[in-house]
């Protein structure tokens, strides 16, 4: 399975951007799928899940009421809407994607995209 994450770019704060990411899984239905951020100089965080039924959603409480995942599984893509923008949500976003439960710990996830960057001035 690849995925191949885009729609990063620069924003002030309070803008928005979608993310998305395109699977080449013929089994992507049956993914649950993660967006993890890591930025500069700090470890991988996890942002929001979203398992095979889209209404089990999860969210890190850093971003819950901003950002929402969802996917179209007829377009093989996992979307990530970030609203209400801050400096400190800048990082590299990474989609990622696994067969089975959903997770919020990326070491359960086995499929990465490349990540696509995130930033937001001041």
């Known amino acids: 399975v690849q995925l191949q994450a885009s729609g990063g770019g620069l924003v002030q704060t309070g803008g928005s951007l979608r993310l998305s990411c395109v699977a080449s899984?013929?089994?992507?239905?049956?993914?649950?799928l993660g967006w993890f951020r890591q930025a500069p100089g700090k470890e991988r965080q996890f942002v929001a899940a979203?398992?095979?039924?889209?209404?089990?959603?999860y969210y890190a409480d850093s971003v819950k009421g901003r950002f929402t995942v969802f996917r179209d599984d007829a377009k093989k893509t996992v979307y990530l809407q970030l609203n209400s923008l801050k400096p400190e949500d800048t990082a590299l976003y990474y989609c990622?994607?696994?067969?089975?439960?959903?997770?919020?710990?990326?070491?359960?996830?086995?499929?990465w995209g490349q990540g696509t960057l995130v930033t937001v001035s001041s």
């Open positions: 990622a994607g696994r067969q089975g439960g959903t997770y919020v710990y990326s070491r359960y996830y086995k499929y």
């Open positions: 899984a013929r089994t992507f239905s049956s993914l649950s």
């Open positions: 979203l398992g095979v039924m889209s209404n089990n959603t």
